[in-house]
């Protein structure tokens, strides 16, 4: 069994006060490993080194700093499978999804490299002669990256990449149910040539590592992925010494089905927005808004394909659907089954700890669909983050669209239907931070923003160009070649 280290200031260290906890594999119970339970010299330690660092690396001209991320980008290709087979070992997803994790990272390495030779400002006319006005994007210094389990690669790049290439430094601290894929990246970076205390990482908890990082009085800038309960307490604290805080959090996301929609591609978009990563996506689909006229239709056609998804191993490639993360997890996904038929749904498949065989070894749950939801029930209100389905019948694409927008998330919703004033009324009237037209809930690509409205942020977006706002401040250089004292606004 391997006892891993920090990595502060281009050295791997022990936690000073020797305490380690453990990493285990979701499907088989098997021990992948002990990490250091961080606290507050580790942390510190790994701030200094960030503070350190940054002196030198906002000073390294962007394209340059964009030439070590595009050696990521090759570097994550060429290990993309051990990555994914690491990933999958440590948190479930299959294969085929772990995979597509690590494809985001590479997506937004090479983009990001690409900004290091434009990270556009911008100049505008002034209004006075002889004189010039430029707006240009600095670094804001040290970002503390906190990260969640569901997409252990992807989101540490969403993160660090454009922080890396405006020229922060950084500290990352990964979840603890998967602190292993991180540190591999961690390791390519260096690989890649990144000037020792530009990332540092530390390993632990919410409480005492995450805790300490967020109070942590060098530290300018929290990116954060997870709960909702979370983010609002890392933003409440936050708040207190004025740091920036960027807030990725939970989603109740939709699938809207007109009466018109293509039953059976609608079929195959909820199976993979609401059974892909065994339902544990921020932006997974856990509300069917089905009309009335094609319900009955639309559920002989879904019920025995989510009851024909196999069960296992995400490195088994017949695996269609990895555990849970872990048994908390497990405990709570159950919990709203009892919440939904105690509501009145009907129970229509699944809604049971899956233990048959090997199955028994891990957190699995059995992909789970109620019918005969009511949007206020709390199964269709709350984010369960597992393999449970609600379905509510609609009458008509305004009903629809209420009870989409009806619940205290906004990050993705979908409409299946064949008619464009469906399509223009949903991209009009949806308060969300994304849509698709005749396709599921999942799948954002890494150039455009990603993110959402109400409970689901805090106004932010992560990729794309947005991203950059995040860790970037605007600064402004007015350059007077007139000679005298030329006075802006005042008349003479
Ligand atoms: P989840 O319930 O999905 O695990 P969390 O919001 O608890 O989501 O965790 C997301 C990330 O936030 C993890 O890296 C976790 O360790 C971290 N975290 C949890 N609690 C705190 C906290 N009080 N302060 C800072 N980070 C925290």
């Known amino acids: 069994m391997t006892t891993f280290q920090n990595f502060i200031g281009g050295k791997w260290q022990s936690t000073q006060s020797g305490h380690t906890f453990p990493n285990y594999n979701p499907a088989t119970g098997e021990l992948?490993?002990?990490?250091?339970?961080?606290?507050?010299?580790?942390?510190?330690?790994?701030?200094?080194?960030?503070?350190?660092?940054?002196?030198?690396?906002?000073?390294?001209?962007?394209?340059?700093?964009?030439?070590?991320?595009?050696?990521?980008?090759?570097?994550?290709?060429?290990?993309?499978?051990?990555l994914a087979r690491t990933m999958t070992q440590e948190m479930g997803k299959v294969l085929k999804e772990t995979r597509g994790d690590v494809q985001?990272?590479?997506?937004?390495?090479?983009?990001?490299?690409g900004e290091g030779r434009r990270l556009f400002g911008?100049?505008?006319?002034?209004?006075?002669?002889?004189?010039?006005?430029?707006?240009?994007?600095?670094?804001?210094?040290?970002?503390?990256?906190?990260?969640?389990?569901?997409?252990?690669?992807?989101?540490?790049?969403?993160?660090?990449?454009?922080?890396?290439?405006?020229?922060?430094?950084?500290?990352?601290?990964?979840?603890?149910?998967?602190p292993l894929s991180a540190l591999r990246l961690v390791e390519l970076l260096y690989e890649a040539g990144l000037p020792e205390g530009v990332v540092n990482i530390v390993f632990g908890p919410g409480r005492p590592t995450g805790e300490v990082l967020i109070h942590h009085p060098e530290v300018n800038v929290i990116s954060f992925t997870g709960s909702t309960e979370t983010g609002r307490h890392v933003a409440v604290e936050a708040a207190k010494s004025l740091k920036r805080v960027s807030l990725e959090m939970g989603g109740?996301?939709?699938?809207?089905?007109?009466?018109?929609?293509?039953l059976d591609l609608a079929v195959e978009g909820i199976l993979w927005s609401a059974y892909g990563t065994t339902g544990q996506r921020c932006t997974a689909c856990s509300r069917v808004l089905v009309h009335r006229a094609v319900r009955e239709a639309l559920l002989e056609k879904l019920v025995p394909r989510i009851e024909a998804l196999r069960l296992g191993n995400g490195l088994d490639e017949q695996t269609d659907v990895g555990?849970?993360?872990?048994?908390?997890?497990?405990a709570k996904v159950h919990s709203y089954t009892e919440v939904g038929k105690a509501e009145g749904a009907t129970l229509v498949t699944g809604?049971?700890?899956?233990?048959?065989?090997?199955?028994?070894?891990?957190?699995?749950?059995?992909?789970?669909?109620?019918?005969?939801?009511?949007?206020?029930?709390?199964?269709?209100?709350?984010?369960?983050?597992?393999?449970?389905l609600s379905v509510i019948t609609i009458d008509s694409l305004d009903e629809a669209i209420a009870i989409n927008n009806g619940t205290k998330y906004g990050l993705s919703s979908a409409i299946?239907?064949?008619?464009?004033?469906?399509?223009?009324?949903?991209?009009?009237?949806?308060?969300?931070?994304?849509?698709?037209?005749n396709s599921g809930t999942t799948g954002a690509e890494i150039q455009f923003p990603f993110g959402g409205t109400r409970g689901t942020g805090n106004g932010h977006r992560e990729a794309g160009l947005a991203g950059l706002d995040v860790f970037t401040e605007w600064k402004v250089v007015y350059t007077d070649y007139s000679g005298k004292l030329q006075k802006a606004q005042i008349d003479e």
């Open 32 to 82: 992948l490993g002990e990490f250091p339970l961080s606290d507050h010299a580790d942390i510190d330690a790994a701030v200094v080194a960030a503070r350190a660092a940054f002196a030198r690396w906002r000073l390294v001209p962007a394209p340059k700093r964009g030439e070590i991320l595009y050696r990521v980008g090759e570097l994550m290709t060429r290990h993309k499978e051990e």
């Open 104 to 113: 985001e990272g590479i997506d937004m390495a090479y983009y990001m490299g």
């Open 122 to 178: 911008y100049t505008v006319p002034v209004e006075l002669p002889n004189k010039t006005g430029m707006a240009m994007r600095d670094p804001v210094g040290i970002v503390a990256c906190i990260t969640p389990w569901n997409f252990p690669i992807a989101i540490p790049t969403w993160k660090m990449f454009p922080a890396l290439i405006a020229g922060n430094t950084i500290v990352l601290k990964p979840a603890e149910d998967t």
């Open 252 to 262: 109740k996301n939709a699938v809207m089905v007109m009466d018109d929609a293509d």
């Open 323 to 330: 555990p849970i993360i872990n048994a908390k997890q497990l």
């Open 351 to 388: 809604g049971a700890v899956a233990q048959d065989g090997p199955l028994a070894k891990g957190y699995f749950y059995r992909p789970t669909l109620f019918s005969n939801v009511q949007p206020s029930m709390r199964i269709a209100q709350e984010e369960i983050f597992g393999p449970t």
């Open 416 to 437: 299946y239907t064949q008619n464009i004033n469906n399509v223009q009324c949903a991209t009009r009237d949806v308060t969300t931070g994304i849509l698709y037209i």
